[in-house]
């Protein structure tokens, strides 16, 4: 199973760009990494998902190195109501039947 | 478009007793699933449903079950509760398969409190 790794929690403020780190060594070949967002008593929701190189959207981007044993989210121009807790997550696609783990994901706080 | 719903949004229960925990996907979504959130920690698999069949099951005991209609809605029941059953429970909907195979939506979960 492709165990996570991240910082249980990060500070920055607004407007600067933020760089979450998330390591997973024994990544699978089939595995894709994909990180939700969740705000307090709220469930999660899909930021972005890639496979390798470099995924952006609306939201967010996402840089996968060529080894794929870590990526980083990244979030540019932060805001206060990005203040939530970002989870990444790894694994095979949900028509295999497999589960996801989730790991306690790493808590974001901005300040002004 | 509606999203994923959930009912009751909280719910209040002795232990012993049970639970049964709602959930309507979006439309045109057939997968299911649910998760245990308990405070601080991260959401824990407990069950898929795809075109109403048991697709997965996470490490719970056998007091939780599920179960997917024909409209794809979805129940999640908990038998003889315990004190530790206390927590969000959510659902996610999705497409299953496709160009983001990992994209879930959730609803906005059940708070229940086991006394």
């Known amino acids: 199973l492709a165990k996570t790794t991240q910082p249980i929690s990060m500070d920055s403020y607004e407007g600067q760009e933020v760089n979450i780190t998330c390591s997973h060594n024994n990544i699978a070949t089939n595995d894709y990494i994909t990180w939700y967002q969740q705000f307090p008593s709220q469930g999660p929701r899909f930021i972005i998902q890639?496979?390798?190189?470099?995924v952006t959207n609306e939201v967010a981007s996402l840089f996968i190195p060529a080894d794929r044993k870590s990526s980083t989210l990244s979030l540019p121009r932060v805001s206060l109501s990005d203040t939530a807790v970002y989870y990444c997550?790894?694994?095979?696609?949900?028509?295999?039947?497999?589960?996801?783990?989730w790991g306690a994901g790493t808590k974001l706080i901005i300040k002004p | 478009d509606a999203g994923v719903t959930q009912s009751p949004t909280h719910l209040i229960k002795t232990r012993g007793q049970h639970v049964t925990l709602r959930c309507s996907p979006i439309s045109g979504h057939k997968s299911v699933s649910w998760y245990q959130q308990v405070l601080g920690q991260g959401p824990q698999f407990i069950f898929q449903y795809y075109e109403k069949e048991e697709r997965g099951r996470g490490n719970f005991p056998d007091r939780f079950s599920a179960r997917q209609f024909p409209n794809y809605s979805s129940e999640l029941n908990v038998n003889a509760l315990l004190l530790g059953d206390s927590a969000l429970y959510l659902c996610?909907?999705?497409?299953?398969?496709?160009?983001?195979?990992?994209?879930?939506?959730f609803g906005p979960g059940t708070r229940l409190t086991v006394t």
């Open positions: 997550l790894v694994g095979p696609p949900l028509d295999s039947n497999y589960q996801l783990i």
């Open positions: 996610a909907s999705s497409l299953d398969s496709g160009n983001i195979p990992y994209e879930q939506y």
């Open positions: 890639g496979y390798k190189t470099k």
